[in-house]
């Protein structure tokens, strides 16, 4: 929640209080009833959607960093088995064609490549041991590709749940303004001959703007001597 949702739903929140002060103002089946109640509605669907876009945003995060973790273990085992094969073209003509890694390789690019040298490495598997490579290295190599994908998931989902929830977030706020907007006729009609009250409607109505800090002003420059 940023300091403009916040504002907002510190100000629905002394709406609902000025309306719960003044309940016995505004009977069952009146206006004003119905509208507090929209106002209360949209504080609890702000909360609830504000919770799940920290949620989202929080596993977002943390699914980018796992991901960074294992793109870095996925290229570092395509690496070694390009460098390998380089070696190996001296015995078997073309490996490192079959095995050169793209110059640049986005996360699309490199699950490409990593499946393919999975698929085409089988068929040198004792010739990339001979060379010292790890008996597993193919199974690492899938491993890590299943642990780049399970990444990539995890943050796509939590950066989905962020932007859903940040849209139901302005619906709430925009219900719960309209509801504020229309209250506002109705206070102020209801409250015309009651000026401490229509002040009170102010004061909680009222959004308190973000402070601004201010830029630092330097300092002039002494007069040369």
Same mark, same amino acid.
């Given at each position: ?7 907002? =739903? ?22 004003? &009833? ?8 949209? @504080? ?26 294992? /793109?870095? !273990?996925?290229? #570092?085992? &395509?690496?070694?088995?390009? /460098? ?10 073309? +490996? ?8 640049? +390789? =986005?996360?699309?690019? &490199?699950? #490409? ?21 790890? !008996? ?13 994908? $399970? ?8 950066? #989905? =749940?962020?932007?859903? !929830?940040?849209? $139901? ?13 229309? +209250?506002?006729?109705?206070?102020? =009609?209801?409250? /015309? ?13 009222? @959004?308190? /703007? ?16």
């Amino acid at each position: 929640m940023d300091d403009k949702e916040r504002s907002c =739903n510190e100000m629905f929140q002394r709406v609902e209080d000025f309306g719960t002060t003044r309940k016995a103002d505004f009977p069952a089946g009146s206006l004003g &009833l119905e509208l507090f109640a929209l106002v209360s509605a949209a @504080i609890a669907d702000f909360d609830k959607h504000s919770s799940a876009q920290s949620s989202g945003a929080s596993d977002s995060r943390r699914g980018t960093a796992t991901k960074d973790a294992a /793109r870095t !273990a996925l290229r #570092e085992d &395509l690496e070694e088995i390009s /460098r390998t094969a380089r070696a190996m073209a001296f015995e078997i003509e073309g +490996l490192d064609v079959k095995f050169r890694l793209p110059r640049y +390789l =986005n996360d699309q690019k &490199l699950l #490409e490549t990593a499946r393919a040298f999975a698929t085409d490495a089988v068929a040198f598997k004792e010739a990339f041991i001979r060379y010292e490579m790890a !008996a597993d290295f193919l199974e690492d190599l899938a491993a890590d590709v299943a642990d780049f994908e $399970a990444a990539s998931q995890s943050q796509n989902l939590g950066t #989905e =749940n962020q932007v859903t !929830a940040g849209v $139901a977030v302005d619906t709430a706020r925009e219900q719960g303004m309209n509801a504020v907007r229309r +209250l506002d006729a109705v206070v102020r =009609n209801k409250y /015309r001959n009651d000026p401490e009250t229509l002040a009170a409607w102010e004061r909680a109505r009222h @959004i308190e /703007r973000a402070k601004r800090s201010k830029k630092s002003t330097p300092a002039p420059t002494p007069p040369k001597p």
